[in-house]
Antibody
Framework: QVHLVQSGAEVKKPGASVKVSCKASGYTFTSYYIHWVRQAPGQGLEWMGV????????NYAQKLQGRVTMTRDTSTSTVYMELSSLRSEDTAVYYC???????????????????WGQGTVVTVSS | QSALTQPASVSGSPGQSITISCTGT?????????VSWYQQHPGKAPKLMIY???KRPSGVSNRFSGSKSGSTASLTISGLQAEDEADYYC??????????FGGGTKLTVL
């Protein structure tokens, strides 16, 4: 059974950083890109970035450049998303999601995400 | 990276067919056959319904289909059922290893 399990809810003050984890199981961790997507309360989905768990290469949404960092630990099949300089607008549910297509068959690692984590609520409040 | 444009809401009666549009530009939808569609029920994670424009993941009903014309992608749901009532989002590859979502469409089954 393929799963992505995320870390628990976080409450942070403005200006702080948050690091959310996403542990993969049931498949070869290094064979599928992982995307991060967030959803503010009552709002739509927002793409944040993507990481290639094999080599660790990343690409981020222009809006978040300089504040977001995605990393991975192949020994534990876990990817991390860290967001710094938090502001109230960063309050959202954060999801990790696996690209549906094996990296060897994927042109850009952005074919669609078939497995999603349960979501992590991040609240930014003073 | 501007969000793709979707209608805010669509509705249909059980058994009918509906289509949700997703309009992008020549930099995203128009240039790549990499549009995906997601269904999201309240309080739940999104569920992949269509990937790579028109492919259905295993387990997704064949009542769901995807297509594209120019810079507009479409999701069609035929034989509408009560459980189809949800929010639907499109997503497209936008070049330079980035992706962009649509604003979402609320489907109401009358």
């Amino acid at each position: 059974q393929v799963h992505l399990v995320q870390s628990g809810a976080e409450v942070k003050k403005p200006g702080a950083s948050v690091k959310v984890s996403c542990k993969a199981s049931g498949y070869t961790f290094t064979s599928y890109y992982i995307h991060w997507v967030r959803q503010a309360p009552g709002q739509g989905l927002e793409w944040m970035g993507v990481i290639n768990p094999s080599g660790g290469s990343t690409n981020y949404a222009q809006k978040l450049q300089g504040r977001v960092t995605m990393t991975r630990d192949t020994s534990t099949s876990t990817v991390y998303m860290e967001l710094s300089s938090l502001r109230s607008e960063d309050t959202a549910v954060y999801y990790c999601a696996r690209n549906a297509v094996h990296y060897s068959s994927s042109w850009y690692g952005s074919d669609g995400s078939d497995i999603w984590g349960q979501g992590t609520v991040v609240t930014v409040s003073s | 990276q501007s969000a793709l444009t979707q209608p805010a809401s669509v509705s249909g009666s059980p058994g009918q067919s509906i289509t949700i549009s997703c309009t992008g530009t020549s930099s995203d939808v128009g240039s790549y056959n990499l549009v995906s569609w997601y269904q999201q029920h309240p309080g739940k994670a999104p569920k992949l319904m269509i990937y790579e424009g028109s492919k259905r993941p295993s387990g997704v009903s064949n009542r769901f289909s995807g297509s594209k014309s120019g810079s507009t992608a479409s999701l069609t749901i035929s034989g509408l059922q009560a459980e189809d009532e949800a929010d639907y989002y499109c997503c497209s590859y936008a070049g330079s290893s980035t992706s962009v979502f649509g604003g979402g469409t609320k489907l109401t089954v009358l």
